[in-house]
C-alpha cells in the first residue's frame, strides 16, 4: 500500500519561504513520477511540479525561478523549495505518486497524500 504523507505548510509573509517534505512508502517502481500540486478555495486543483525516478523535472510557469522540487532517494522524501512566496501561492499543497511517465494533470496520478496548507499573507 503506498503511502505518502506531506509536511512542512504553515504561515508565511509575502517573499518568504517553506520547504515541504513527502514521506512515500510501499512504493515498489523504479520507474515512477512524484509531484506535487496544489488547490486554492474555489480553485481546481493544479499541478506545481513533477520529477520523475530519472531525476527530470518539470514546473509550472507561475512557479519557475520561485521553486525546486527535489527528491532524497536514500530517505524515500520528496521536496518542494518554496522561495518568494506571494499570495497567490495560498493554497492546499498535495504530494502524488504515479507509474511510469510524467505529467503535469492531477488525473493521471494515483496515489495522494492527505495535503499541508501554505498560507502567504501580504
Known amino acids: 500500500q503506498v503511502q505518502l504523507v506531506e509536511s512542512g505548510g504553515g504561515s508565511v509573509q509575502a517573499g518568504g519561504s517553506l520547504t515541504l517534505s513527502c514521506a512515500a512508502s510501499g512504493y515498489t517502481s523504479s520507474n515512477y513520477c512524484m509531484g506535487w500540486f496544489r488547490q486554492a478555495p474555489g480553485k481546481e486543483r493544479e499541478g506545481v511540479a513533477t520529477?520523475?525516478?530519472?531525476?527530470?523535472?518539470s514546473l509550472t510557469d507561475s512557479v519557475k525561478g520561485r521553486f525546486t522540487i527535489s527528491k532524497d532517494n536514500a530517505k524515500n522524501t520528496l521536496y518542494l523549495q518554496m522561495n518568494s512566496l506571494n499570495p497567490e501561492d495560498t493554497a492546499v499543497y498535495y504530494c502524488?505518486?504515479?507509474?511510469?511517465?510524467?505529467?503535469?494533470?492531477?488525473?493521471?496520478?494515483?496515489?495522494w497524500g492527505q495535503g499541508t496548507q501554505v498560507t502567504v499573507s501580504s
Open positions: 520529477i520523475h525516478s530519472g531525476g527530470v523535472t
Open positions: 502524488a505518486a504515479k507509474r511510469n511517465w510524467c505529467y503535469l494533470s492531477s488525473s493521471a496520478f494515483n496515489y
